[in-house]
């Protein structure tokens, strides 16, 4: 069980630095993720549901979000049509990368799950359909995560760019899936609706405090404002448990043990359910598309603090 709050060590931020000097230097055998981000950058962040937050390390240096924003794009589909958006793609770990042609053709256009780069185009689609354009489910998510973070949110342009032009994978996902018909509006349009959202431009810090609604059965606890209805929130947290980081869902289950979602600009997000969000931040990735030292750091946090929920 996790700990109650009177479990957790006096200074957290004296925890976090531990584990933080620990932690990166395993970064170092890596590949660098992001041009000018190598492994010198890292930076580990908590956030209390109170909003008391605990930093190491780079936590206010901007990346983009890249595929964490999945959870966003999801949550808010969840909000605009509830349930219905599983209806068009799955609840399943993958088993194959996360811009894989060769299961969705096998599974006629249905992406497995919601986390993998088929599942948000398709998640794009039920938000344009759901808002009336692209521009308004970019919208849509902007406004979410920025609420959440507390500062607004932009894309960095030359991210976008490359977005943009490093798109054919996402545009073939698009038309396989629209020649199944699950598809409904201009793949380009959706793809580059995706594109936009993962440039926009966070923080280690901002992200722990936009996860910690899934730490509050849903409720933003900066506003008290409802973002999903409890069951919601927690289809949310166990979708991340079982697919947020890819292929190594299950290993990240087994050695940090509460829901998370990677990208590949080096973040790892999470929560720990009634107690904080959470984040890590190192640029260099393993082979499955993972933060190696965040994913190390957060295996450390979870096992000095106690947090794994299994």
Not at 58 to 73: E, H, L, M, R
Not at 203 to 216: P, V
Not at 277 to 287: K, M, Q, T
Request: charged share 20%; net charge negative.
């Amino acid at each position: 069980m996790p700990p109650t709050p009177d479990d957790l060590p006096d200074d957290l931020t004296d925890a976090l630095d531990r584990v933080a000097a620990e932690a990166r230097p395993l970064a170092e055998d890596d590949e660098v993720a992001q041009p000018g981000a190598g492994p010198e950058r890292f930076a580990l962040a908590l956030c209390e549901l109170d909003g008391t937050e605990h930093v190491a390390g780079d936590a206010d240096v901007g990346f983009p979000v890249q595929s964490v924003v999945k959870v966003f794009t999801l949550t808010a589909a969840l909000q605009q049509v509830g349930e219905d958006v599983f209806r068009r793609v799955g609840r399943e770990p993958s088993g194959d990368p996360f811009d894989s042609l060769i299961q969705l053709e096998h599974e006629h256009g249905i992406p497995r799950n919601p986390f993998i780069n088929a599942g948000a185009v398709v998640v794009c689609d039920v938000l344009v359909g759901a808002t009336g354009s692209p521009e308004a489910a970019v919208a849509a998510v902007t406004d979410l995560l920025s609420g959440l973070v507390g500062e607004r949110l932009e894309p960095d342009p030359a991210v976008l760019a490359d977005e943009r032009a490093t798109a054919d994978m996402n545009m073939a996902m698009g038309h396989l899936m629209s020649s199944f018909d699950n598809l409904t509006h201009p793949v380009a349009e959706v793809v580059d609706a995706y594109a936009q959202l993962c440039a926009l431009t966070v923080t280690t810090r901002e992200l722990a405090r936009a996860a910690r609604f899934l730490a509050s059965d849903g409720v933003d606890p900066r506003t008290g404002d409802r973002v999903l209805a409890e069951p919601l929130a927690r289809r949310v947290n166990a979708v991340m448990m079982t697919c947020g980081t890819y292929d190594a869902a299950g290993q990240f289950a087994y050695d940090v043990g509460f829901p998370c979602k990677s990208g590949v600009a080096g973040a790892v997000m999470g929560d720990v359910p009634n107690r904080f969000g959470v984040c890590a931040w190192s640029p260099p990735l393993d082979r499955a598309g993972n933060s190696r030292a965040g994913r190390a750091a957060l295996h450390l946090l979870s096992e000095r603090l106690g947090l794994s929920l299994l």
